[in-house]
């Protein structure tokens, strides 16, 4: 019997790669995407393309808002940081994209919606390499939080335990791209950028674009996105 999988999807690279490797390995795809008051939600639109052309089984786009909050720059009216490098994103400081407990509540979304279509498996893009030093993309993280949800549910108690999955957690980017080449993944129809321009042009200088670029570079190859301004 076909095993069921919530895949966490963004719209973006690492999302799209992670959900193409969920249905390489037999799973049954429930997309699941949020509306949570970012700057650039036009990644949900980027989700829906991608959702559509992967046949997943359902895709549900849960809005909710984070606005509320906000202490990030993707749910404020901070700026966005820009660099002219990738060599200028710095790795000792959580940055102002840190989107306080995002993948906790996004997780925890994906956990109601796993015990309801009867999925044992929950899929999420996090990397602990080539990434921008949010703390809830550790691999300690995601142990924890697993742990936490098979003691917080009723699939958990019953004996039915859930697993978070995350096949990135240990790659760079550039292997990632490779991976989602590999699997014929169409970066075409994703979004990455964090303060995308008309028409959802990336702007090419946030931490997400340079990070995604640096990632294509390393693999040779193309990133079939026009830039606003690509850097050197």
């Known amino acids: 019997m076909t095993r069921k999988a919530i895949v966490l999807l963004s719209g973006g690279l690492d999302s799209t790669t992670v959900l193409a490797i969920a249905k390489e390995q037999g799973f049954e ?70 989107v306080p407990a995002r993948n906790t509540v996004f997780l925890s979304y994906a956990l109601a919606y796993a015990e309801v279509v009867g999925a044992s498996d929950i899929f999420i893009g996090v990397s602990a390499l080539d990434y921008s030093g949010y703390p809830d993309c550790r691999p300690e993280y995601i142990a924890a939080y697993e742990r936490m949800a098979n003691l917080a549910t009723r699939a958990g108690v019953e004996g039915n335990g859930l697993k978070i999955h995350t096949p990135l957690i240990d790659l760079t980017k550039a292997q990632t791209v490779q991976v989602g080449t590999r699997l014929g993944v169409d970066y075409s129809l994703t979004s990455s950028c ?27 190859l193309k990133d079939p996105l026009e830039y606003q301004d690509e850097p050197a």
């Open 29 to 98: 795809p429930y997309a699941l995407s949020f509306r949570y008051g970012q700057r650039h939600e036009i990644e949900v639109e980027a989700a829906q393309r991608v959702a559509e052309a992967a046949g997943v089984v359902r895709h549900v786009v849960c809005n909710l808002d984070l606005r509320v909050f906000g202490g990030s720059a993707l749910t404020s009216d901070v700026e966005v940081p820009k660099h002219d490098s990738v060599d200028e994103i710095g790795d000792d400081e959580i940055p102002l994209t840190y």
């Open 194 to 220: 964090y303060d995308p321009g008309d028409q959802g042009r990336p702007c090419g200088h946030c931490d997400s674009c340079l990070l995604r670029l640096k990632g294509f570079a390393e693999a040779d």
